[in-house]
């Protein structure tokens, strides 16, 4: 119940592609979703996040896109960069204080130019 | 951006030696702490949460008497590790909760147990 399920393991694309990355989550109680972005030996850091009460959210070139009834959220790297390689995390938990953050397992992407 | 910081970046330490880790909210009070642990390649494991003021709650199968937690501050939580073995090298990775509930991490902290 508590699982985050994330996919691909790893992704290479084109500088300029797009990079997708899914996740998919079992407990209805979760109601906010970030995703992170962690570079060798750093720490990870909020990218975007989303609560269920709207389908997408875009700031600048990250896209999240989020359907509640399938429990499942991804997210759109548009024009993808050398610098955005690096690690990525979905996370889901409940809001409020005190809550745990359920990660997903990560996806490494790289980003060739 | 809400900065949290860790201290020290790295460190090396002899088994049967203990080591503390500290975790700091620099700019915002942070009443709840989170401590993980992140081995290579694999995602981040939650050990515990902090209150600032009560007793750390401990993830399953994470000795609380080997990884002691105090959160004396709003701004300040530690993780020592105590009698370390090379099992225990790993990268320690803190966050902290700033009023609106959103949580920030530090930089993390890499232990290796020679």
Redesign the interface.
């Known amino acids: 119940q508590q699982q985050v399920k994330q996919s691909p393991q790893s992704l290479i694309v084109q500088k300029g592609g797009i990079s997708i990355i899914n996740c998919a989550y079992e407990n209805t109680a979760f109601d906010y979703f970030p995703w992170?972005q962690q570079f060798p030996?750093?720490?990870?850091?909020?990218l975007i996040a989303i609560r269920p009460d709207v389908s997408e959210k875009k700031e600048g070139r990250f896209t999240i896109s989020f359907n509640k009834s399938a429990k499942q959220f991804s997210l759109h790297i548009m024009d993808s960069q050398p610098g955005d390689s690096a690690t990525y995390?979905c996370a889901a938990r409940v809001?409020?204080?005190?809550?745990?953050?359920t990660?997903?397992?990560?996806t490494?992407l790289q980003v060739i130019p | 951006g809400a900065v949290v910081s860790q201290h020290p970046s790295w460190v090396i330490c002899k088994s049967g030696t203990s080591v503390k880790i500290e975790c700091r909210s620099l700019d915002f009070q942070a009443t709840t702490m989170f401590w993980y642990r992140q081995f290579p390649k694999q995602s981040l494991m939650l050990m515990a949460t902090s209150n600032e003021g009560s007793k750390a709650t401990y993830e399953q199968g994470v000795e609380k008497d080997k990884f002691l937690i105090n959160h004396a501050s709003l701004t300040l939580s530690t993780l020592t590790v105590t009698s370390a073995h090379p099992e225990d090298s790993s990268f320690y990775i803190c966050s902290a909760e700033d009023p609106s509930y959103e949580q920030y991490f530090g930089p993390g902290t890499r232990l290796t147990v020679t």
């Not at chain 1, 030996?41 to 909020?46: E, I, S, T």
């Not at chain 1, 809001?95 to 953050?101: H, L, T």
């Not at chain 1, 990660?103 to 990560?106: A, E, L, R, S, V």
Request: hydrophobic share 25%.
């Open positions: 992170y030996g750093k720490g990870p850091a909020l995390f809001s409020g204080g005190y809550q745990k953050v990660f997903g397992t990560g490494k």
